[in-house]
């Protein structure tokens, strides 16, 4: 697991326990070699960005018990891939971002002012 650290290069926090989310399902947006999504982006989600993630083929609303997870809804914290996330943002449809909850490894995809312009966590 790459080091856990947020865009600021401090300690990452938990993005959220309920639901349970994150790659290795930590509550936390943590990543590794063996996350090539790059699960690293916190994110509030809206209605409109799960309909738009299911429009995109990736149905983040629906329950699948049988992989433990219970489906979305709106004001829901996940942990999102960087690079679903800049194609949502290019589509103005980029769900709020939580700063210090965004793993460092993000800013492969994302540049760090895009993620500041959607942040849910600076005043």
Not at 36 to 44: L, Q, R, Y
């Amino acid at each position: 697991m790459d080091e856990s650290l947020n865009v600021f290069g401090e300690e990452l926090q938990s993005c959220s326990e309920e639901p349970v989310t994150g790659f290795f399902r930590d509550g936390c947006c943590n990543t590794s070699a063996q996350d090539p999504g790059s699960h690293t982006v916190c994110v509030e989600v809206t209605d409109a960005f799960l309909e738009y993630s299911r429009f995109r083929g990736n149905d983040l609303s629906t329950p699948m018990p049988e992989h433990g997870f219970p489906g979305l809804q709106a004001g829901d914290r996940w942990c999102l891939c960087a690079a679903r996330w800049l194609e949502a943002c290019q589509q103005e449809m980029a769900p709020r971002v939580y700063l210090q909850r965004t793993h460092q490894k993000a800013l492969e995809i994302v540049p760090l002012e895009l993620l500041r312009r959607h942040a849910a966590d600076l005043n």
